[in-house]
């Protein structure tokens, strides 16, 4: 779908009388795994922005962080699949053909040669919002994540001109076929990625100048997320929080437990989290006779992982590049980690070590190697200055790039330039509305 970048918008998608508010758009929300999108969020609006959130799904969690009680901005989920189809979900496209039938009809030629079910599904969504953004007089879009939400305001983009940036994090970019990544790089005004690393990549997609990358850290909660003490349980804990999936390594994780326990080493290990991989790894501990000394504690309240980390002697994500390619990022467990002050071990797989340095701010062990992982688990258990050592210099290093509201700041600096001059920022927030509403 070639079409050149920034094409003009449609006057009534481009004029300060909009409000110049900011629309953000989501797969989920909120989602117990993505707590940086939820962090976002609240210091998006602590600076005085006027937020729409529009979910592409309804998030189906059991469990939801309290924070997400603070959300001010509305969240309106658009119409899924099976909605899509039937004649109440005919409304929005007709209103589309009928406002912008040009733009429309040739978005809509262009989806249909790509032969994607998918991509038609998110081009009848960004119907959807192209008619709630005109509501919620929205004057900027703000894609969460480069893949499904990407393509959302992509297409909306497509339909009037609105415009629109994206942000991209690590399996978003990495499992998106390059034929749609390159138009939707080309059309956006800004992309932002949380690591250096993938600035590499993403310059591959779009030529010319790297002006429309900004390379902004995640970040944690600093006052949140505090210093302290650490290493209170008895024997030792090692301490790992992630989604149950592949690219976690928590295969090699319990596996270098029975190693250790082989060796005769008292400790515990508790990984806190959940996702398809839970079952394999429950079997993998009962095959290992590891009951005793690993548990699997289900997704857990982010106040309750505090508690977690306060108790962790390690914390250890031994993290892979999976066979089809997917990788993490910096995981922003990694970052409260060594916010709270727990020494971590780690890979140098992706974005890892612009946080972890071996023998700096962490170890460093090769992925997929249970004994070096139990090795480094066993210096870390042997040596309290190697740990005090290492915890002070990742606190410092997360001061010093990791500050969630310092890099929010940033982010807001870059979007705010993109909304309408003068209207990006309201005035005082209003009350909360938490309901969720449904296009």
């Not at 992706?350 to 090769?366: I, K």
């Amino acid at each position: 779908m070639e079409r050149q970048a920034h094409a003009a918008p449609d006057p009534r998608f481009s004029s300060p009388a909009r409000g110049g508010r900011l629309g953000y758009v989501l797969k989920a929300f909120p989602r117990i795994s993505e707590t940086f999108i939820l962090n976002e969020i609240l210091e998006l609006e602590a600076q005085g922005f006027d937020l729409s959130i529009y979910t592409m799904t309804y998030p189906r969690d059991a469990t939801r962080h309290r924070l997400t009680e603070r959300v001010r901005s509305s969240i309106t989920r658009l119409p899924e699949a099976w909605r899509l189809a039937t004649p109440a979900g005919l409304g929005p496209q007709l209103w589309a053909l009928w406002r912008f039938p040009g733009r429309y009809l040739s978005t809509l030629v262009r989806v249909l040669m790509h032969r994607d079910p998918e991509l038609l599904q998110h081009f009848l969504q960004a119907a959807c919002l192209v008619r709630l953004a005109e509501r919620d007089r929205i004057g900027h879009l703000h894609a969460g994540f480069v893949h499904a939400p990407g393509s959302v305001a992509w297409l909306a983009h497509e339909i009037t001109g609105i415009t629109f940036s994206l942000a991209t994090h690590a399996k978003d970019l990495y499992h998106s076929p390059p034929s749609l990544l390159g138009p939707k790089l080309a059309a956006a005004r800004r992309v932002f990625t949380c690591t250096r690393y993938n600035i590499k990549y993403l310059r591959t997609l779009r030529s010319g100048p790297a002006d429309w990358i900004s390379q902004v850290y995640h970040g944690t909660d600093l006052t949140r997320f505090r210093f302290d003490r650490c290493g209170l349980a008895d024997p030792p804990l090692v301490l790992a929080v992630a989604r149950l999936v592949e690219k976690k390594g928590l295969e090699y994780l319990v596996r270098a437990c029975a190693l250790l326990r082989d060796r005769g080493r008292v400790f515990r290990c508790r990984i806190v989290g959940t996702g398809p991989l839970r079952d394999r790894l429950a079997a993998l501990v009962r095959d290992l006779q590891l009951d005793a000394v690993v548990s699997l504690e289900g997704a857990l309240d982010q106040e309750d992982v505090l508690r977690w980390y306060r108790q962790a002697t390690v914390f250890a994500l031994p993290c892979l590049i999976t066979d089809d390619g997917d990788r993490d990022g910096i995981p922003n467990v990694l970052v409260e980690a060594a916010a709270c002050g727990v020494p971590i071990v780690s890979t140098p797989v992706s974005g890892v070590p612009e946080l972890v340095t071996d023998r700096e701010t962490g170890l460093l062990v090769p992925p997929r190697d249970p004994a070096a992982l139990a090795g480094a688990l066993e210096t870390l258990f042997d040596s309290p200055a190697l740990r005090e050592s290492l915890r002070l210099k990742a606190r410092a290093r997360v001061e010093a790039e990791l500050d969630l509201r310092r890099n929010a700041r940033e982010i807001g600096r870059e979007l705010r330039a993109l909304v309408s001059p003068g209207t990006a920022v309201a005035s005082p927030t209003p009350e909360p509305d938490r309901r969720l509403q449904s296009a």
